[in-house]
Structures are given as C-alpha cells and as structure tokens.
C-alpha cells in the first residue's frame, strides 16, 4: 500500500533538520488487542529492512506512506512504514531497531518495549448487552448499570510511614474502560493532621493508557498534593468521594435514526475509595537540639551583615537565609537577643519558595533593621538552625559564629546620664502622748462646734486621693500605649531630635564649618522624615518620602521645598560651595520646612 500526500504550505522559512528515524508503538496493550507500530523517517530512505516482531502476530504490513511539503520553493519528505500486530501471550517485549539506508548510510531507529497484560474477556460484550437491555433516551441520566470494576478511583501514597514532617506526595485518579462525559461533587479527604500544598495539575484532565491489577485502563490525575504531617500517630484519611457521569452507547430508540445510528445515555456513577491510614512517627527523644522546631528535610543557612564597622545611629541590615527541600513555609526565623544598645526591628521576610512534582524547595531570608545607638563593640550572634534529616535518621544542627559590629561615636550620639535621686527622713522623737508641747504666740483657736469633719474642706480632700489616683491610672495607660507604639513615638520626638541636629549645625555654621554643616543638615532632614513617618531608614528614597507626604496631605510645595533642601544638602556634603549666606539661608529654609511639616502631619 503505497500513499503519497501532497502538502502546499503558505510563506515560511525552514532549515535543514538533522536525520531521524523514529519508532512508535503504545507501551501496554491486552492480548488480542490490534495495535500499530510506526518507523518514521524526516527525510528520504531506501532499502527499509524491518525488525522480528517475535511475540506479535503481524495483521498488516508494511504499510508505506510519504509526506512531501514544498516551502517557499523548497522541498522536504518523510517516510513512514506502519505495522498492524496483535499480541497472542503475556508478558514484557521488545522490537528491537528497524534499519534503512539514507544516501548509502544505514543508519537505526529506537528499539519499543512491550508489555502485554491478560485481556478483559467478554466484559464489553456484557456491558453493551446490558446497555441494550436498558435503552433510554439520548441525554438521559439514570443509575449506574456499568460491571464493576469498569470505572473506580484510587488514592495513592508516596509512603504510608514517615516522620512528622516528613513529605509525602498524595495521588487522586480515576480508572475507566468508559467514555467519561464529567464528574460532580467531587470531595477530596481534608487530610486533617497535615500541611498540604497542592502540586499545579493541568486544566484538562489527560488520560493515559495505564496497567492496574493486570488489566488495562485510561487512567487519569484529578488532583496531587504533598503532605507534612504534623502529629504523631496513626492518622485514618477520609475516602475520596466523587459522581462520575459515564455516557454509554446504546442501540434501537424511539427513531428511525436511532434505531440505524444508535443513541447514548448518560449515567451518573458514585465512586469513593476506602478508608486508608498513615503511620506518623514521633521525633528520636534522644539528641534533640534546644531550638529544634519539629521542621524535616535538608536546609542550608547563611548569614551576612552588610556593615561591621559604622558610626551611632547608623543602620545596618542582617540577613539569615534558610535554604532547602522541605515544608519550607513552616521556617521561622531563629531565635536572636540583640544587645540592649541595639536597636531592633522585626525581620522583612522574603520568600523564594516552589512546589515540585514531590517536594517543596527554595529559600527564606529574613532581613533585620539593627540601628546602633551608642558606640562600642557588640556580638551580633551566633546563630543556629536544627531540623531532622530523615535520610540520616538523626537531628542537624546549622551553625554560625558571631559578628563583631564596631561602632564609633557619632557626631549626633546624644550622651544619656542616669541619675538617681535618694529622699532622706528625719527621726521624730516621741516624748509621750499625755504631754502637750506649750504653745507660744498667738493660739489659732476655732470656734465651738465646728469641726473640720463632715466640713466642705474634709469630703475635698477625702476624695481628693481617688480623683489624683484615676487622673494617675489613665495618664500611665496611655503612656504604656504610646511607648508600645514605636512609630508614634518616633513620630512625636521627630521635631525634637531635628532641633538638636539643627543646633549642631548652627554651632559648624559659627565655626565655618562647610562639610561639617552640611552633613549634619543632611542628618536632621534624613533623620525627622523618617521618624515622622515612620519609615525604616533601610526602605527610605526620595520617592518614598514624596508618595507618603502626599498620601499624608502636605502641600505639594512643602514637599517640594523639603526634597530640594535634600539635594541641596546631600550635593553639597561632597562638593561644599557657596559662601556663609548660602549656607544660614538653607539653615533657615530647613527650620521653615520642618515647621510647615509639623503643621500638616
């Protein structure tokens, strides 16, 4: 049998394509089952020679077919020798290489492996005389008339025993010999006692020829997920639940039409799977680090500091990376204590995290904002992480030496003093109660019959102590609520702190100081706006301060006069110019801009 297919392509390009002699075949088939292999060339061939195909029955063959395309000129051919077999026993097979010659070269295709499963016997036979027993209109839903085992579903484990926190890749797929038209209420287990992450599946379902139980279906994904679990125990899962719509061919309708063509109907069948148990494992007792947090898998850890040596005030940022395969969603950020002349922020984490066909991986960085106050040498560290490695069978323990942050005496460290004030009593001496002092001078006698209790006087001061005591009670909750809030209380002291900066700079101002003024003015600018609007020195830029001005209603003049003053200052600092006037007009444009600021915010 010989085909020739003329193809006339529109406008394209093409370039020559390395040779290819490709042989196809499906990888399962039932005994008696008639299937094709195909040898396919990309090109032109002679003297095809093809291989033993012991095992099969061949049914037709060769079959010969070419494909030629004409491309802007230009031609190409294929080559294609088809079989039709069909396998007469069970078991693995394989076809070994077909040979042809391309320009007096021989040149091999692949060799197929086959497997041939035991056949399904008369089960159609009886499935289609049930279905003609039971008729029905083209459309039709009804119960299931289908034999068992035609369509079921299945949850498979990658292991039914593992540790806590260990993954564990869960399969949900169905199983038919039927043609499928949908599914309905499809309920999936809630898998109560584990983290789940659902591995991404595509839109359409595809179905796939597949071997189960030494028979063959079209097998498909609905869903699959990795588990962590996080108890210890045998935990008993839910049975998957799902109505499957299964169309089935009937024959001899109402119709004459039906009666010749045959109809359909369809029919919903209730599919669940059985009750099924994981085995969880609890942690090794024995060895367990002090900050181990119950995470399993294999992790990294990095740790950098991007400055070691700075001045008070200054900021600096420290990064812990924790890297790895395992429920990474679950990694907190280790357990630091700052030194208390540090001041801290709570970590920007930043995630870089992916689920694979079976195990989450990536990173967690956890970036914190540390500003120095006062100058002095401080231990940033060490840092530890633990987890369990499962392919060891033991706990891990990541480790990292400290940092050494050296801070210098910045020209703005304001010096702090404790001071402690001591109240001293005096002894009074007794000399007994039945001996009055004698009184001397005039006598301030009161008048008979007034008393000072009961008196106006007496219920003032009786309540005097509540009234002072409520006035106390609310003045300190609401001083306990501001010092909680970081932001308001940067924020209040904003214009203080500037004022100090400020003053500093007039001081370099009198002293004819260019560099010295103008660094500090950068400072109490840089410094008010962002305590005033409580950004991180770390997150400030020119566009954040101007977008945060404006979502606070400053007059866009304002705003626009306090980013020139930074330009001006921050140029400056690197290229002093100008002379003593320029220098107290800028002083007195920041003292300006600042108190406009203040009036708006």
Same mark, same amino acid.
Request: glycine fraction near 8%.
């Given at each position: 049998m010989f085909t020739v297919m003329?193809?006339?392509?529109?406008?394209?390009?093409?370039?020559?394509?390395?040779?290819?002699?490709?042989?196809?075949? *499906?990888?399962?088939?039932?005994? #008696? !089952?008639?299937?094709? +292999?195909?040898?396919?060339?990309? &090109?032109?061939? =002679?003297?095809?020679?093809?291989?033993?195909?012991?095992?099969?029955?061949?049914?037709?063959?060769?079959?010969q077919s070419t494909n030629m395309q004409f491309v802007n000129g230009s031609m190409s051919q294929s080559l294609t020798y088809s079989y039709f077999l069909s396998a007469t026993k069970e078991g693995t097979y394989t076809i070994s290489p077909?040979?042809?010659?391309?320009?007096?070269?021989?040149?091999?295709?692949?060799?197929?492996?086959?497997?041939?499963?035991?056949?399904?016997?008369?089960?159609?036979?009886?499935?289609?005389?049930?279905?003609?027993?039971?008729?029905?209109?083209?459309?039709?839903?009804?119960?299931?008339?289908?034999?068992?085992?035609?369509?079921?579903?299945?949850?498979?484990?990658? *292991?039914?025993?593992?540790?806590? #926190? !260990?993954?564990?890749? +869960?399969?949900?797929?169905?199983? &038919?010999?039927? =043609?499928?038209?949908?599914?309905?209420?499809?309920?999936?287990?809630?898998?109560?006692?584990?983290?789940?992450?659902?591995?991404?599946?595509?839109?359409?379902?595809?179905l796939v020829r597949e071997s189960y139980n030494g028979e063959i279906y079209n097998a498909g994904i609905l869903k699959q997920s990795i588990l962590y679990p996080q108890k210890?125990?045998?935990?008993?899962?839910?049975?998957?639940?799902?109505?499957?719509?299964?169309r089935e061919q009937t024959r001899g309708g109402n119709s004459i039409f039906d009666q010749f063509f045959g109809s359909y109907q369809d029919v919903k069948k209730s599919l669940k799977t059985a009750p099924t148990f994981i085995d969880v494992l609890p942690f090794p007792l024995s060895g367990q680090p002090a900050d181990f947090s119950g995470l399993t898998g294999e992790f990294s850890m990095k740790a950098d500091i991007t400055k070691t040596e700075v001045e008070a005030n200054e900021a600096v940022n420290l990064k812990i990376t924790i890297s790895g395969t395992g429920n990474m969603k679950q990694v907190n950020a280790p357990a630091l204590e700052f030194p208390p002349d540090i001041e801290s922020y709570d970590p920007k984490t930043v995630d870089n995290i992916k689920t694979g066909a079976s195990a989450v991986s990536g990173s967690r960085t956890f970036d914190y904002l540390?500003?120095?106050?006062?100058?002095?040498?401080?231990?940033?560290?060490?840092?530890?992480?633990?987890?369990?490695?499962?392919?060891?069978?033991?706990?891990?323990?990541?480790?990292?030496?400290?940092?050494?942050?050296?801070?210098?005496k910045g020209s703005g460290e304001e010096d702090k003093a404790t001071g402690v004030t001591i109240a001293s009593k005096e002894d009074l001496k007794v000399l007994g109660s039945d001996i009055r002092y004698i009184k001397t001078g005039d006598a301030n006698l009161a008048e008979k019959g007034k008393y000072f209790f009961r008196s106006p006087l007496f219920f003032a001061a009786s309540g005097a102590p509540l009234l002072l005591y409520l006035l106390f009670f609310f003045w300190h909750r609401n001083m306990v609520k501001q010092s909680g809030n970081v932001a308001l209380m940067k924020s209040?002291?904003?214009?203080?702190?500037?004022?100090?900066?400020?003053?500093?700079?007039?001081?370099?101002?009198?002293?004819?100081?260019?560099?010295?003024?103008?660094?500090?003015?950068?400072?109490?600018?840089?410094?008010?706006?962002?305590?005033?609007?409580?950004?991180?020195?770390?997150?400030?830029?020119?566009?954040?301060?101007?977008?945060?001005?404006?979502?606070?209603?400053?007059?866009?003049?304002?705003?626009?006069?306090?980013?020139?003053?930074?330009?001006?200052?921050?140029?400056?600092?690197?290229?002093?110019?100008?002379g003593e006037k320029e220098m107290d007009t800028i002083y007195s444009e920041s003292v300006d801009v600042i108190s406009k600021i203040e009036e708006n915010v």
């Open positions: 003329l193809v006339l392509a529109g406008i394209a390009t093409t370039t020559a394509a390395e040779i290819a002699f490709v042989a196809s075949a *499906k990888s399962t088939v039932q005994v #008696g !089952e008639r299937f094709q +292999v195909s040898f396919e060339l990309n &090109t032109n061939g =002679s003297s095809f020679r093809a291989p033993s195909f012991a095992g099969f029955e061949i049914l037709s063959g060769p079959n077909a040979k042809i010659k391309v320009n007096g070269t021989e040149i091999e295709s692949n060799e197929l492996k086959i497997t041939v499963v035991k056949g399904a016997g008369n089960t159609q036979q009886n499935t289609q005389q049930n279905n003609k027993q039971q008729g029905g209109q083209q459309g039709q839903q009804g119960s299931s008339s289908s034999s068992d085992g035609q369509t079921f579903v299945r949850i498979s484990f990658s *292991k039914t025993k593992a540790y806590r #926190g !260990e993954a564990i890749v +869960v399969t949900h797929k169905i199983y &038919t010999k039927q =043609s499928i038209a949908g599914f309905e209420d499809v309920k999936f287990p809630s898998y109560d006692g584990f983290w789940s992450e659902d591995i991404q599946q595509p839109q359409q379902i595809n210890a125990g045998k935990i008993q899962i839910e049975p998957f639940k799902v109505d499957v719509i299964i540390l500003i120095p106050r006062h100058a002095g040498e401080f231990k940033i560290g060490p840092f530890s992480f633990s987890y369990f490695d499962v392919a060891k069978n033991k706990y891990v323990t990541l480790s990292q030496p400290e940092f050494i942050l050296k801070v210098g209040r002291r904003a214009n203080k702190i500037a004022g100090k900066r400020l003053s500093l700079a007039k001081k370099f101002l009198a002293e004819k100081k260019q560099t010295e003024y103008y660094e500090e003015i950068f400072k109490a600018l840089w410094g008010y706006i962002s305590d005033k609007l409580s950004i991180p020195v770390a997150e400030l830029t020119k566009e954040k301060i101007k977008e945060t001005m404006m979502e606070r209603k400053v007059q866009e003049a304002t705003i626009h006069s306090f980013i020139s003053l930074l330009d001006k200052a921050e140029f400056a600092r690197f290229a002093p110019a100008g």
